[in-house]
């Protein structure tokens, strides 16, 4: 184990029951311990809920939105108007979360998104077709989702056992990479069938079943005696600690530069009209975007050839390095089946990252900054790729989609390999 910044089991964490070895196809089957957990299996069944139904308003809020300007630009600029507080409220959340008892603040924020969908409902049953209306509930929504995230996540080490965090991770993530899959995929049947209000209606519905699952978690008021006010002063002291502890900077940095370099969803349209056009653009647009969270849904239900790994480090390390090497296929990719694969491998190699990622933000961050981290990593996740719509599309119209994804690959690649010969701290992690 690291010695200069290891990993510990908080004092209130589950403890691991003995387990036989897995043997035969189970060794490479989701690793699924946590769900013996009553308190995680309650959490994840929330986490659930809100999977599918945040992609329903998700979907919902931007065709409401073209259907009353039929504007492509207001639909833009309603993504800004959600972001913009997603982030603010994701760094003070992470912030509160570290001062509060998490599960009181998991119900406050959770029902705060439940009344919000309700709203949204309310505005589209009686017609009242008001952009201004649905953006500001947007970023409320926004708001609430910035608050909840960090409290959620943070909360996992405090009811599974260390070992057990990449396991956990891979639960939760293939729940939402599902949810990325199957939400938008619900909301295009049901539309046409049911309408844009009870697409909301069935999103607050179920997010009543999220707010029962958390109030049945158990109190996880914060480990350090000292009272703490959550403030400029805290956000801060979280930003202070990552430079501090080279691992934690290396984790985020990692993200950064696969999302940022190597997230080509910018140029997927451009590629489905000009590449892979004879295959139908439609269907090779759709294609495109279902690629990548595909391959994530696979790596998560085959995560037990690596959850139980210790060499937390490394795994982030390759994870990295071989989502460069797809993307870096999928742009030189001609034939959209090919491509497809590469999107898929990326998928995957994603799903190892995020899982290892998260198992690090976890462990070797101690409880009381455990928040803070979270909110952190909660910002650069949605940041990440809008800084690579900008910096893609830019470099599409310069040199070409095929070229400009291909580049992203191999710089994805070069930069990363150059982290972790310059840092040993991430390569000597483990747990």
Do not use: H
């Given at each position: 184990m690291d010695t200069s910044e290891s990993s510990t089991t908080e004092p209130d964490a589950a403890t691991d029951a003995a387990a036989p070895p897995r043997r035969g196809w189970r060794r490479w089957a989701m690793d699924i311990r946590p769900l013996g957990i009553p308190a995680y299996q309650r959490l994840w069944t929330s986490t659930i809920i809100t999977a599918v139904g945040s992609q329903l308003t998700a979907v919902a809020v931007p065709k409401q939105i073209y259907d009353v300007t039929h504007s492509s630009a207001w639909v833009g600029y309603a993504s800004l108007a959600g972001l913009v507080p997603m982030v603010a409220f994701a760094?003070?959340?992470?912030?509160?979360?570290?001062?509060?008892?998490?599960?009181?603040?998991?119900?406050?924020?959770?029902?705060?998104?439940?009344?919000?969908?309700?709203?949204?409902?309310?505005?589209?049953?009686?017609?009242?077709?008001?952009?201004?209306?649905?953006?500001?509930?947007?970023?409320?929504?926004?708001?609430?989702?910035?608050?909840?995230?960090?409290?959620?996540?943070?909360?996992?080490?405090?009811?599974?056992?260390?070992?057990?965090?990449?396991?956990?991770?891979?639960?939760?993530?293939?729940?939402?990479?599902?949810?990325?899959?199957?939400?938008?995929?619900?909301?295009?049947?049901?539309?046409?069938?049911?309408?844009?209000?009870?697409?909301?209606?069935?999103?607050?519905?179920?997010?009543?079943?999220?707010?029962?699952?958390?109030?049945?978690l158990p109190a996880l008021p914060p480990l350090g005696a000292a009272a703490r006010r959550a403030g400029v002063r805290e956000i801060a002291a979280g930003f202070r600690y990552i430079s501090r502890h080279k691992v934690l900077l290396l984790s985020f940095l990692a993200d950064t530069v696969a999302m940022v370099l190597g997230m080509p969803r910018a140029l997927f349209p451009q590629l489905a009209a000009q590449t892979y056009h004879s295959y139908g653009e439609g269907l090779a647009l759709g294609v495109l975007f279902a690629g990548i969270p595909v391959g994530a849904v696979l790596g998560g239900l085959f995560s037990g050839v690596f959850s139980r790994a210790r060499r937390h480090g490394w795994m982030v390390i390759g994870a990295v390095v071989g989502w460069g090497v797809a993307i870096a296929g999928f742009g030189l990719s001609r034939d959209l089946w090919v491509a497809l694969a590469f999107l898929a491998a990326a998928g995957v190699a994603d799903m190892v990252s995020m899982v290892f990622r998260g198992a690090i933000l976890l462990s070797a961050a101690t409880d009381e900054m455990r928040g803070r981290m979270q909110g952190v990593f909660t910002v650069v996740v949605a940041g990440g790729p809008r800084l690579a719509d900008v910096l893609h599309g830019t470099a599409g119209s310069a040199f070409g989609p095929r070229a400009a994804v291909a580049g992203g690959g191999a710089l994805v690649v070069v930069v990363m390999l150059a982290l972790a010969a310059a840092v040993p701290a991430l390569r000597r992690y483990r747990i």
């Open positions: 760094l003070w959340g992470g912030a509160v979360a570290d001062t509060v008892d998490r599960r009181k603040l998991l119900l406050v924020t959770n029902t705060g998104i439940a009344v919000t969908s309700l709203l949204f409902w309310a505005q589209a049953v009686t017609g009242m077709d008001s952009v201004a209306v649905l953006m500001v509930l947007l970023a409320c929504q926004q708001a609430f989702f910035g608050l909840n995230a960090p409290a959620r996540n943070a909360s996992i080490a405090r009811l599974v056992p260390a070992e057990q965090l990449p396991a956990a991770n891979a639960l939760g993530s293939t729940v939402m990479q599902t949810g990325l899959v199957a939400g938008p995929l619900l909301a295009g049947v049901l539309i046409p069938v049911i309408g844009l209000p009870e697409l909301y209606l069935i999103d607050a519905v179920a997010l009543c079943v999220t707010v029962w699952a958390v109030f049945r």
